[in-house]
């Protein structure tokens, strides 16, 4: 059974806090991403990586970073928490290359920052 | 960047009947992939079904079906004999394909009532 696992399903921060979300899959996936979801606004891309490493900036960066040093992992870092940061964070992976591979993704972590 | 819209943000059924979600989208592309997840509530987002833009049968599972108009850039989903744990927030979305990227549309949260 294909796995996406994310480290926390709900965790609640302070402002200024230096935050990390993990990702890990066991699927041998080159690609793998992070979204957030919000009500009305659907998932929006943050950041995505196609391999250890290497990392594209998706369509919200901005106050972001992410980090990749094994194939499995993807961590997404918030480095200073800001309110406006509250969201639900989904992380999903694929496999690389054309052919429509769908993404496969975790269960969520609903993050609070007060 | 390509655009994916849903139009209907809120739809309820009634169990056993049938219902249809919207989903539009602008590209210049002529080779593409859509796809449909589901998100249950408090539960995983998982793939519905998908289609080819260069297949015109349009692809089918089970008690979902899509319709897919490539020339007016649509893809609707049909679900039939609607049951209780069809109830989910449903995301229709884009990916090019010469990447590997998606673009979700805002969702449609649908309720079927018993």
């Known amino acids: 059974d294909v796995k996406v696992t994310q480290s926390s399903r709900y965790l609640v921060k302070r402002t200024g806090e230096k935050v990390f979300l993990e990702c890990v899959q066991d699927?041998?996936?080159?690609?793998m991403f992070w979204y957030r979801q919000d009500p009305g606004l659907g998932l929006r891309l943050i950041y995505f990586?196609?391999?250890?490493?290497?990392?594209e900036k998706g369509d919200i960066p901005e106050g972001y970073s992410v980090s990749r040093e094994k194939k499995e992992r993807f961590s997404l870092i918030l480095e200073s928490a800001s309110t406006n940061q509250t969201s639900m964070y989904l992380c999903?992976?694929?496999?690389?290359?054309?052919?429509?591979?769908?993404?496969?993704f975790g269960p969520g972590t609903r993050l609070t920052v007060l | 960047a390509q655009t994916v819209t849903q139009s209907q943000p809120e739809m309820s059924v009634q169990e056993a009947e049938t219902v249809t979600l919207s989903c539009t989208y602008d590209?210049?592309?002529?080779?593409?992939?859509l796809f449909w997840y589901k998100q249950p509530p408090s539960r995983q987002m998982i793939l519905v079904i998908r289609?080819?833009?260069?297949?015109?049968q349009n692809a089918t599972e089970n008690r979902f079906s899509v319709n897919f108009q490539k020339a007016a850039k649509s893809f609707s989903l049909k679900i039939s004999d609607s049951q209780l744990w069809d109830t989910a927030m449903y995301f229709c979305?884009?990916?090019?394909?010469?990447?590997?990227?998606?673009?979700f549309g805002t969702g449609t949260s649908l309720t079927v009532i018993p």
């Open positions: 999903a992976s694929s496999a690389l290359g054309q052919g429509g591979h769908e993404q496969f």
């Open positions: 699927m041998d996936h080159e690609n």
């Open positions: 990586s196609y391999d250890v490493k290497m990392k």
């Open positions: 590209t210049s592309e002529n080779n593409y992939y």
């Open positions: 289609q080819e833009a260069y297949k015109q």
């Open positions: 979305a884009f990916m090019r394909n010469t990447g590997n990227q998606f673009y």
